[in-house]
């Protein structure tokens, strides 16, 4: 089976933080499933990237949508801490991920701290505290 990618995918990412929470949460969603596809393209990771990040850290969105990001982001890090990646939401990120953190039950909080992680892991790269 063949999946084409649009060559406007990043165009409609800048609609993401426009939505409602549940189409919100759903794009996420997808983008977190597809974004195997679109790894050898920085460019477009860094929009995703920002773009994910933009939704997350909207104070508005439901602790449901908040996860979801939560997870896409983990999987962003882990796929970026390899490359020469910077950007200026990682900060905004972490203050969300502790406002997460205080909302989050037994069953969920796992995901806010792997979050963490991931993104300290490409922040600790960048700054070569760690090797690759």
Not at 52 to 80: E, I, M, P, Q, R
């Amino acid at each position: 089976m063949l999946l084409a990618i649009p060559k406007n995918v990043t165009k409609s990412l800048i609609f993401i933080d426009k939505s409602s929470g549940v189409l919100v949460g759903r794009a996420i969603w997808c983008i977190s499933r597809l974004f195997s596809l679109l790894r050898d393209n920085m460019t477009i990771c860094t929009k995703i990237f920002e773009a994910v990040s933009k939704a997350f850290c909207n104070s508005h969105s439901d602790l449901s949508v908040s996860l979801v990001a939560c997870l896409c982001l983990s999987k962003l890090c882990n796929y970026l801490k390899n490359q020469n990646f910077d950007n200026e939401y990682i900060t905004a990120d972490y203050e969300r991920l502790v406002q997460i953190l205080k909302a989050t039950t037994e069953e969920t909080i796992m995901i806010p701290i792997e979050t963490i992680t991931a993104l300290s892991k490409v922040n600790l790269i960048k700054f070569n505290l760690i090797d690759k």
